[in-house]
């Protein structure tokens, strides 16, 4: 059900219109005062903003203002009695989605109101959900569907894998969703990370050793091939093993054996090899660094994931999950997504892949508190590839505008200040300040 805040100081109007939304099915929300509209704001994420122009203290325009220095941007449609064209493009510029003039039409009310709640969430009306044979892997483009048919092929099978990819792309996802498909998927799922173990101690950790069969060998160490057996080994960034290990792993490749070290006893084991790696092996093997041999063995397999500037349509799928996810996780209400901020995401170039986005909606989450997630909430990096302008930025633009609006009104009137805040639906006080701040105010009647 959406989510409306309608705000107006006519009680009657209030009463009356939001009792004709909640038949249409809407939750709504009422204020009779910009302030108090605020504060609902700050705890209640909206889908839509049904605002009067006339209100007491900070008027629709001035809350509209409000909105766009903070960063907030809920579809707002416009309601008034004074149905200027001077008000109506002042309101379209600083960003109401629509503009209509009391009494107003209700049906028409509802189906604008519902327009502008479908585009605030068309990024997710058509993704809700994944096109994936895998819940723990997110995507619908026609990459990750190629991914999906190769990982369905090969759970139901023995073979070593060979996962390729930048740095972040979900190596390691691929690996535990193709175990957990598997028959092996009630068995051991171990991973070992060949850049983390020094290699003085990897030999022992992935085939074990004997007690006393070096020094500081108090115990005997069962290896994480055995502990593993018959279920499956993830050796990421297999690149980097060394040349000796490359060499004992290719034997247990081939003999399905190992042999602790410090034992003469060779032991049967029975496990799956999926590897991983951001690195180009083909080149590795060029250069004499990795052995030809262990890499057809690895290779039986290959599931290339494609970096997330190669399937952007797969983001805001990404986007819908990670917000579900971090706000699950850090006790909060799942935050609104400022409209513009997608844009920023789908146009940025993400060379930490998913790991990266999943990175900046967390930090976004958490950087919310009012439940709304705007361009500011989002790293510098993302703000100046997007070209986001600043705060200042937009607040030099918002008064640009304003005085444009004045001195049309100004000139239209002869400069008969009365006639002017009539046209612009302020109080001639109101006015006298405004043209004060941006200069227009007569020597002659500056206090």
Partial sequence: MAKI???????????????????????????????????????????????????????????LKWLKLNGINIPTVMLTAYGTIEKAVEAMKLGAYHYLIKPVD????????????????????????????????????????????????????????????????????????????????????????????????????????????????????????????????????????SMSLQKKLLRFLQEKEIQRIGSNTRIKVDVRIISATNRNLEKLVKEGTFREDLYWRLNVVRINLPPLRERKEDIPLLVNHFLNKYSRENNKPIPQLDPEIMNALMNYDWHGNVRELANVIERAVVLSPSGIISMKHLPRRIQEQSGWTSLKENSLNLLEVEKSLILKALNSTGWNQTKTAQILGISRKQLRTKMKNHGLLPDSEEE
Avoid: W
């Fill in 106 to 241: 209700t049906e028409l009310l509802i189906n604008i109101l519902k327009e502008a709640v479908e585009k605030t969430s068309m990024y997710f009306k058509e993704t809700e959900k994944s096109v994936s044979p895998f819940p723990e892997i997110i995507g619908k483009s026609k990459a990750m569907q190629e991914v999906f048919y190769i990982m369905q092929m090969v759970s139901e099978s023995n073979a070593n894998v060979l996962i390729t990819g930048e740095s972040g792309t979900g190596k390691e996802l691929v690996a535990r969703a193709i175990h957990k498909k598997s028959p092996r998927n009630t068995k051991p799922f171990i991973i070992i990370d060949c850049t983390t173990i020094p290699e003085a101690l990897l030999e022992s950790e992935l085939f074990g050793h004997e007690k006393g069969a070096f020094t500081g060998a108090l115990d005997r160490k069962i290896g994480l091939f055995e502990i593993a057996n018959e279920g499956t080994v993830f050796l990421d960034e297999i690149g980097e093993l």
């Fill in 5 to 63: 805040l309608y705000i107006d100081d006519e009680i009657s109007a209030l009463k009356a219109i939001s009792a004709i939304l909640k038949k249409a099915d809407f939750n709504v929300l009422t204020a009779t005062t910009a302030e108090e509209g605020i504060a609902i704001l700050k705890e209640n994420p909206v889908d839509c903003l049904l605002l009067d122009y006339r209100l007491p203290q900070m008027d629709g325009i001035e809350l």
